[in-house]
């Protein structure tokens, strides 16, 4: 078991351009999230998805989209990069919200 | 949701328990408190969760006061490899997702 895959694990963007930052989870968890953590702080949530179909916005959404096409899949685009992106990007899922599993990150540097 | 205070940073022994404190005197009857771990670039770990009893699972024990208000993360026999950022956030538990405010946390170094 998988768990939870994010892709890619790093990339360097340069200022305007798309990027979809893909997350995928096999545990058939119905809820999943994206954060983004800056350099010495705590994560802040982005959007989450309570299912399939729902999508819902956190704390920090503006500049970002997601989709939930499905149970797995869960991407997050940026449709035109800024260097504030500048990130580190977790996925993760939960079964309801009791416990959330995270990935292994993507570091995204835009410049 | 409620605010939790943790203080930055603690060391400990290898071998000794580590005890992190965290703040939480804004709770309220339904909110439970969470705890999570970051290793260095890694994604948050669950560590456990509670309500108002003391719990206890593989990785660790928590102990929640009796007035809810401050509870005590323990790592009873701490190694290297709990060396981490411990968060500790408290959250009504839902039925869909959970939302999640991860502060600073405290950053647990342990020695030999």
């Known amino acids: 078991i998988a768990g939870i895959t994010q892709a890619p694990t790093s990339q360097i963007l340069a200022a305007g351009r798309r990027m979809t930052l893909r997350c995928t989870q096999d545990?058939?968890?119905?809820?999943m999230y994206w954060y983004r953590q800056d350099l010495g702080l705590g994560l802040r949530l982005i959007h989450y998805s309570n299912t399939a179909g729902t999508t819902g916005k956190g704390e920090v959404p503006d500049g970002y989209s997601v989709s939930r096409a499905n149970t797995d899949d869960f991407p997050l685009t940026l449709a035109s990069a800024v260097p504030s992106q500048t990130s580190v990007y977790f996925c993760?899922?939960?079964?309801?919200?009791?416990?959330?599993?995270f990935g292994p990150g993507t570091r995204l540097t835009v410049l | 949701d409620a605010k939790t205070t943790q203080p930055p940073s603690m060391d400990c022994a290898e071998g000794r328990a580590a005890n992190l404190p965290c703040n939480h005197s804004?709770?309220?009857?339904?909110?439970?408190v969470y705890w999570y771990r970051q290793i260095h670039s890694q994604g948050p770990q669950y560590i456990i969760h509670g309500l108002k009893n003391n719990e206890t699972n593989e990785m660790a024990s928590l102990i929640i006061t009796e007035d809810r208000k401050s509870s005590t993360l323990i790592l009873p026999h701490a190694t290297l490899r709990d060396t981490a950022v411990y968060y500790c956030i408290v959250r009504v538990l839902t039925g869909t997702a959970s939302k999640l405010t991860f502060g600073t946390g405290t950053r647990l170094q342990v020695m030999l």
């Open positions: 804004t709770i309220s009857g339904n909110e439970y």
């Open positions: 545990m058939r968890h119905n809820a």
């Open positions: 993760a899922s939960s079964r309801q919200g009791i416990r959330q599993y």
